[in-house]
């Protein structure tokens, strides 16, 4: 996946001016596919501007072709027909748990149609937010469908989609090298689809990106998308790529400059659909915690708990009630904050939340030693010890290390908050390296 800045339209200009080999001999232009095609696109404009026919002032007819429309109608009724059969197709592939999807689509390969890609991205978000590992698996299918479609007029756009809706879900359950090879992958299938496609591509780009830790060219890219996105006028994209940048700014801990991105949307959200609105409060609620605006912060994420509440988006609202219960932490509220992380660590076991539970269990564990409770921490670690050892996740064996120290130093009586923030920022790592151990001794033998 290209990692570097893209050169802007007036960067590319400047090579019109040379010739026509010059791009080669430019490292980014050598390697970047969407730069590429941006200077043909401005080379192919150029040539047509000198053509005398574009500047012919003769009247164009309105009226439609009679060929064309006998194509146009064609392609719908095969959309419609493919559309009709992937409906019944698709409940009974997902009628079942997420082990028998593969094996059916290997029993019915009538199945694996256009209409079926399209069917299983519009069912795409609804797992992403109540049960993600599904989404994973419903989106790895849906790449191996779109590959193995027969070349016809929009394969390569639907195979792009395909790989963009898997990176998507493989970032919400924190595999990023694996999104980031799909980025590369949507990338490679797009190569000849419209611009607009490149936009959406490229904002998954800046989440991986942002995953990496690469602050600057991850923001950037999201806001170009933007910027994309709303010259073709499509305001709730606009939206997710601002959320996009704010999110690396608040990751950058550029926070105020966060807030002026949610400032400068504000005026979209009535046009936004409930699900994004929910989304763009909890992030706003992020902010101001960091800026120690706690009311602000209180109001957003409970705006955003009863939208997820009435949308049924179980990941969201797990996150959202996680983090107003960290703000009521910072206010010293750890009898409230408790009675909100106690039942979550249920649910992010059932959602599949891994890292999301190693990180809550040390705010448990810091509430019950605040509240002069050390003894209830050592019950919580094993519980959770438990099911990462049950788990066999690729951080498992870190993710119990850490919380065995503060199972330890808690039976012990040698537990201190200086001990939980060491583990806390251990298990907030792991998710971005996996192979991390956390090698700090249990407790000091001598």
Same mark, same amino acid.
């Given at each position: ?44 404009? =150029? ?123 493989? =970032? ?189 269990? =040390? ?84």
């Amino acid at each position: 996946m290209m990692i570097e800045q893209h050169y802007d339209e007036e960067v590319l200009a400047g090579f019109l001016s040379e010739p026509i080999d010059a791009a080669a001999r430019d490292k980014h232009l050598d390697t970047c596919p969407l730069c590429k095609r941006t200077l043909q696109s401005i080379r192919d404009t =150029t040539v047509l501007l000198k053509e005398p026919a574009i500047w012919d002032r003769q009247r164009i007819s309105s009226g439609p072709r009679a060929e064309t429309l006998v194509l146009l109608r064609r392609v719908q009724a095969t959309m419609v027909a493919e559309d009709a059969a992937a409906e019944s197709h698709i409940r009974q592939l997902l009628s079942g748990p997420r082990e028998t999807w593969a094996q059916k689509l290997y029993a019915y390969p009538e199945w694996r149609t256009p209409g079926l890609i399209r069917r299983l991205i519009g069912a795409t978000d609804s797992y992403n937010f109540d049960s993600p590992l599904d989404a994973v698996e419903l989106t790895r299918l849906m790449t191996g469908i779109a590959e193995g479609l027969s070349p016809f007029s929009g394969r390569e756009a639907l195979v792009a989609d395909s790989w963009r809706e898997h990176a998507f879900a493989l =970032t919400v359950v924190g595999s990023y090298e694996a999104a980031s090879e799909a980025v590369h992958r949507a990338e490679q299938a797009g190569e000849s689809v419209s611009e607009f496609s490149h936009a959406r591509t490229m904002l998954m780009g800046s989440l991986v990106l942002r995953s990496k830790e690469d602050w600057t060219n991850a923001a950037a890219m999201a806001r170009r998308a933007a910027q994309d996105f709303l010259r073709y006028g499509d305001v709730t994209r606009y939206c997710s790529a601002r959320m996009t940048e704010a999110i690396i700014f608040y990751d950058s801990s550029q926070y105020r400059k966060a807030i002026a991105v949610y400032g400068e949307m504000r005026g979209h959200y009535d046009q936004l659909p409930p699900s994004t609105l929910a989304q763009a409060r909890h992030n706003e609620g992020l902010c101001y915690r960091e800026i120690g605006d706690f009311e602000k912060a209180e109001e957003c994420f409970a705006n955003a708990i009863d939208l997820c509440d009435h949308l049924q988006m179980s990941v969201l609202r797990a996150k959202a009630r996680w983090h107003l219960a960290r703000v009521l932490m910072r206010r010293g509220k750890y009898d409230a904050a408790v009675t909100i992380l106690n039942p979550l660590r249920e649910e992010f076991q059932e959602l599949g939340m891994a890292h999301d539970l190693a990180c809550a269990s =040390t705010d448990v564990a810091e509430c019950l030693l605040a509240m002069d409770r050390p003894r209830e921490v050592a019950e919580f670690c094993r519980l959770a010890i438990n099911y990462f050892r049950d788990a066999g996740l690729a951080y498992s064996a870190g993710a119990m290390t850490a919380l065995a120290f503060i199972q330890e130093s808690a039976s012990l009586g040698r537990l201190t908050t200086e001990g939980i923030a060491d583990v806390r920022v251990f298990v907030e790592n792991l998710a971005k390296q996996p192979e991390l151990l956390y090698a700090k001794p249990v407790f000091d033998l001598t």
